[in-house]
């Protein structure tokens, strides 16, 4: 299994940034995707979650309205949108899947976003 992060970088507050990770290893379309974050000190965050159909989506609470998630199961890719971006953003975003109950992670990508 291997989940590849991209898009990451450095962004102004009320910015908007696209990550994108590419999934390859497993059968994509069966695993529930997610997205986490974190910050040195704290522990790993749920961002957003999206079923292995794409029908349903989960978003932290924080997120809601601002980050978009989304899946192209032909392309193995899972996608988040990001817009508004707050300084509290900033973090380390990881690429989750889960499949065959066993969760796998990516090697994160950092999302700077200050003035």
């Known amino acids: 299994v291997q989940l590849v992060e991209s898009g990451g970088g450095l962004v102004q507050p009320g910015g908007s940034l696209r990550l994108s990770c590419a999934a390859s290893?497993?059968?994509?379309?069966?695993?529930?995707m997610s997205w986490y974050r974190q910050t040195p000190g704290k522990e790993r965050e749920l961002v957003a979650l999206?079923?292995?159909?794409?029908?349903?989506?989960k978003y932290a609470d924080s997120m809601k309205g601002r980050f978009t998630i989304s899946r192209d199961n032909f392309k193995n890719t899972v996608a988040l949108q990001m817009n508004n971006l707050k300084p509290e953003d900033t973090a380390v975003y990881y690429c989750?899947?889960?499949?065959?109950?066993?969760?796998?992670w990516g090697q994160g990508t950092q999302v700077t976003v200050s003035s």
């Open positions: 989750n899947a889960l499949w065959r109950y066993i969760n796998y």
């Open positions: 290893g497993f059968t994509f379309s069966s695993a529930a």
């Open positions: 999206i079923s292995s159909g794409g029908g349903s989506t």
